[in-house]
Structures are given as C-alpha cells and as structure tokens.
C-alpha cells in the first residue's frame, strides 16, 4: 500500500497536477476535480488549501515560477547582466503564457480583480531583476539614471511580456540581443 502523502509534499503534487492541467487545458478548462485525479487525492483536499480554481491556479504558477529564478548576479557589465536576466525570463516562459490563459478566461469576473491584482499576485515577495540591474550599472556609471524615465526603464520587460503572450513561447536568443544592443542600451548609456 502506498504511503499517504502529506503537508509540504502534498501540495508539491496538488500544485504539479494544476499546472500540468493549466498547461494542458488554460484556465477555462481547469477543474479541481482533473487536478485531484492527476494528484492521487480528492477535491476536498484542494478545498482545504485553496478556495477555489483561481487561487490554486496562481499557487501553481507560482510554484512554476520559482523553479527559475531570475536574480542575476553582478557581473560588472549591465549588457551581460540584462542578456542573463532575458535568458532566465525565457526559461518562464511557459508560466507567463498560462497566466495569460487567466488574462483571457473568467478569471476575473470570477475574481472581482484587475490585470495589475493578477501581475502582484504572480510576482508577490520576486525581486525585480531588472531594475536591480539599472540600480547596479547606474552606480558603475553605465547608465545614466536620467534617462531611465518609466517608459524607458520597463522597456525590456514590455517587449519580453509582449512577445510571450503574443507568441506562448520565449522570444529567440538574437531577438533578446537585438532589444538589449539596438533599442534598450542605446537610449539609456552615459553619454
């Protein structure tokens, strides 16, 4: 007989199941009664940990998303830093495109909440690579911190969300090279 999973462990395998079924299926078509299945439990189990689809649906992205860090080291040089950065992004790019399933379904007249509600309950207690990165090249003197009014300095992190829900798939190598050396450094380095 087997032995029965519990606590942590448990809810490793609740949430691999619902994004297994996100992935599969997108939000609308995400039950609890499929992700009990596919976890070897019962609905009320879920029912204990998450108040409904929506929440366990975010907990699994969640989960997805740890499993790729984005933090990036100080390498001395904001274009490695920021190519690396693009390079860990890609490696999320399937939770960003099942996130998008939850922008396009009932999630939010299931919720009540707004587009910018969902993004900060993605991103809850993440650092923010990017702006790290700037903070960092602008001390180095790299980057002039003048020129990194709002549009500018969310530039590579629009480009990167816009491609991925467009396309469900990361944007390819050359593409992340040519934002950082043709678009982003050019309006943002020391003169």
């Known amino acids: 007989?087997?032995?029965?999973?519990?606590?942590?462990?448990?809810?490793?395998?609740?949430?691999?199941?619902?994004?297994?079924?996100l992935t599969a299926r997108g939000?609308?078509?995400?039950?609890t009664e499929a992700v009990a299945e596919r976890a070897g439990t019962s609905r009320p189990v879920l029912?204990?940990?998450?108040?409904?689809?929506?929440?366990?649906?975010?907990?699994a992205i969640r989960q997805k998303l740890a499993t790729y860090p984005i933090e990036v080291p100080d390498r001395g040089n904001v274009r490695s830093e920021l190519l690396e950065c693009l390079d860990r992004l890609s490696s999320r790019a399937?939770?960003?495109?099942?996130?998008?399933?939850?922008?396009?379904?009932?999630?939010?007249?299931?919720?009540?909440?707004?587009?910018?509600?969902?993004?900060?309950?993605?991103?809850?207690?993440?650092?923010?690579s990017i702006p790290v990165i700037l903070e960092r090249a602008v001390k180095r003197g790299e980057v002039d911190p003048k020129k990194l009014v709002p549009p500018v300095a969310s530039?590579?992190?629009?480009?990167?969300?816009?491609?991925?829900?467009?396309?469900?798939?990361?944007?390819?190598?050359?593409?992340?090279?040519?934002?950082?050396?043709?678009?982003?450094l050019p309006l943002v380095k020391v003169s």
């Open 1 to 21: 007989m087997a032995e029965r999973r519990r606590g942590e462990e448990l809810e490793r395998a609740i949430l691999e199941a619902a994004w297994l079924e």
């Open 27 to 31: 939000y609308a078509g995400l039950t």
């Open 47 to 59: 029912a204990r940990r998450w108040d409904g689809k929506a929440s366990l649906a975010i907990a």
């Open 94 to 128: 399937a939770g960003i495109a099942a996130a998008f399933t939850l922008f396009s379904s009932e999630y939010f007249a299931e919720t009540s909440s707004a587009p910018k509600d969902l993004r900060a309950a993605l991103i809850q207690g993440q650092v923010q």
């Open 155 to 184: 530039l590579l992190s629009t480009l990167f969300r816009e491609y991925a829900i467009m396309n469900f798939s990361p944007p390819p190598p050359a593409l992340r090279k040519a934002w950082v050396d043709t678009v982003f």
